[in-house]
């Protein structure tokens, strides 16, 4: 008998211990880098356009995590094959600075963002169309 109730204390023990993990909540960022191409639009009368809005489409891409006032770097991360990515961070603000992605687009220009206790942020990274420069 005394070994049965030994068990069953070690059994609740360690569900208690697995639930406690189970229920913190994790802070970081979350998100995906995308490209954006845009689209065209005619004013075929005064006030009524014309066209489609672009579209985007998500790409692998890298980026780098700063704390701001320390200007000391957290890390360098690679996002996954379709472009998403996810950071456990401490909440406090950071300075994300994208890096850019070779003959395919614009690089964008670095960004804040504030983690906040107990939640992911979203962010993007939008890419913007590459400048193609013609030469005659």
Same mark, same amino acid.
């Given at each position: ?12 023990? *360690? ?11 994790? *802070? ?11 689209? !065209? ?13 672009? !579209? ?7 980026? *780098? ?7 000391? /770097?957290?890390?360098?991360?690679? %996002? ?17 600075? /994208? ?7 614009? %690089? /964008?220009?670095? !960004?804040?963002? $504030? ?5 992911? *942020? ?12 013609? $030469? /005659?």
């Amino acid at each position: 008998m005394r070994t049965l109730k030994l068990g069953f204390v070690a059994l609740l023990l *360690t569900s208690l211990v697995q639930s406690s993990f189970a229920g913190r909540s994790r *802070t970081g960022v979350e998100g995906q880098a995308l490209v954006y191409q845009p689209g !065209f639009a005619v004013e075929v009368s005064p006030g009524n356009w014309l066209g489609d809005g672009g !579209f985007s489409y998500p790409t692998p891409a890298s980026f *780098t995590v700063w704390l701001p006032h320390s200007r000391r /770097p957290i890390g360098h991360f690679v %996002t996954a094959a379709d472009g998403s990515f996810e950071i456990s961070l401490p909440p406090g603000k950071y300075v994300v600075i /994208p890096d850019a992605l070779f003959g395919l687009a614009a %690089t /964008p220009t670095s !960004f804040e963002v $504030t983690v906040r206790l107990r939640h992911f *942020t979203d962010i993007y990274i939008w890419y913007g169309p590459s400048v193609i420069q013609a $030469t /005659p």
